[in-house]
């Protein structure tokens, strides 16, 4: 079959046998042709909800495409649009491509969130389109696939080498929902601190941040966009969290140094641009500010980078607080708060000496 990069892994929930056919042809047709395709198609076909699902909890998919009209138990399905609540189901718990291949595209309803990312695409059209959406969508789930498996190896080891001798002894007797979350964390903790150890602490920028951010709430390190102008929360976490803690919220501000950057950020850099770009994110050596990576949005938006100004600081009062969560454009994920909120604490805490005088 070739090698794990050259095929994509595809359930179809499709109950009309007319189709299943067609779906046949078309698989056997694109894979014959893969000195041009580059990749094959494998897939595995569910004619009913509760079938899909429980083919998902049992293989690993790349994508699905799912029909509207399917029953919730086997058997022929009737005007309905019980697809829509398997989309969801796959959404909320598999991370994989979904198309919704439908003759009644109104029918369809994909979360908001999901909307740029989920297919809806028209039966009317045949199956090359959803043919060419997996070769759009190729190189993501690939890479997604990829990193399943290394999360899987670094599991391997961790749970052998520490979480099952360790956790093992506390397992019995105890709350199996609550300690279920916890070794979760406890696996997840090893894994990044692993995967950090093996690149020698080397990250890429976009590790810096959750976009969109992923508390509901307010929090340490937000950047949001305010009159144009970009500020990060550096009010303490314990703060924001409790309401009437503190009167005001502390912002500082983000001064964009995309002109300096982006010239020097190019395949071709020189040795002095690389040696300039690590200036700038070493803060070039002040106290007063620190650098921020630049960061794409879900629309495919550039922003940044930053330098944060210490000594450019703006208080909003607390109640207004919900306006900032709305401006919000992204937050800083806890492997960079720290530095954050430590450089922050070192330009703060700075008493300094008073000037010689040699008279």
């Not at 491509?97 to 969130?113: K, L």
């Not at 090893?190 to 020698?200: E, G, V």
């Not at 604490?345 to 010689?356: E, L, M, Q, W």
Request: aromatic share 8%; charged share 25%; glycine share 6%.
């Amino acid at each position: 079959m070739g090698s794990i990069e050259e095929y994509l892994k595809v359930l179809l929930v499709e109950d009309d046998e007319s189709l299943l056919s067609d779906w046949k042809d078309a698989v056997d047709a694109h894979n014959a042709d893969f000195e041009n395709k580059r990749f094959r198609v494998e897939y595995v076909t569910a004619k009913s909800v509760p079938q899909a699902k429980k083919l998902l909890d049992l293989y690993s998919f790349d994508a699905a495409v799912v029909d509207l009209r399917l029953q919730l138990e086997d058997g022929a399905a009737e005007n309905n649009t019980n697809g829509n609540h398997l989309v969801v189901h796959i959404l909320e718990s598999h991370p994989l491509g979904v198309v919704i291949h439908t003759g009644q595209r109104a029918d369809a309803e994909v979360p908001a969130y999901a909307m740029p990312q989920v297919s809806v695409l028209d039966k009317g059209d045949g199956l090359d389109p959803i043919f060419d959406w997996l070769e759009q969508n190729k190189d993501v789930f690939l890479k997604l696939r990829g990193a399943r498996s290394i999360f899987n190896r670094e599991t391997a080891k961790m749970f052998f080498k520490s979480i099952w001798p360790r956790w093992k002894m506390w397992a019995e007797g105890a709350d199996q929902g609550k300690l279920t979350d916890v070794v979760a964390r406890h696996v997840i903790a090893h894994i990044h601190d692993s995967l950090l150890a093996a690149s020698n602490d080397a990250t890429h920028s976009e590790e810096a941040y959750f976009v969109p951010p992923l508390k509901e709430r307010l929090d340490t390190g937000d950047l949001l966009r305010l009159d144009d102008k970009v500020w990060v929360v550096v009010t303490p976490r314990c703060d924001l969290a409790n309401a009437g803690k503190v009167k005001s919220i502390v912002l500082a501000a983000c001064n964009d140094v995309s002109a300096e950057w982006d010239p020097l950020n190019v395949p071709s850099a020189s040795k002095a641009a690389v040696d300039k770009m690590s200036k700038m994110i070493q803060h070039r050596g002040s106290h007063k500010q620190h650098f921020l990576f630049p960061l794409v949005d879900l629309s495919g938006q550039k922003h940044g980078p930053w330098m944060v100004g210490f000594d450019d600081i703006m208080t909003v009062p607390f109640e207004g607080k919900k306006e900032l969560e709305e401006a919000r454009i992204a937050s800083l994920s806890p492997l960079f708060v720290p530095s954050l909120v430590e450089r922050l604490g070192a330009y703060f805490s700075r008493i300094g000496t008073p000037g010689y005088s040699s008279d």
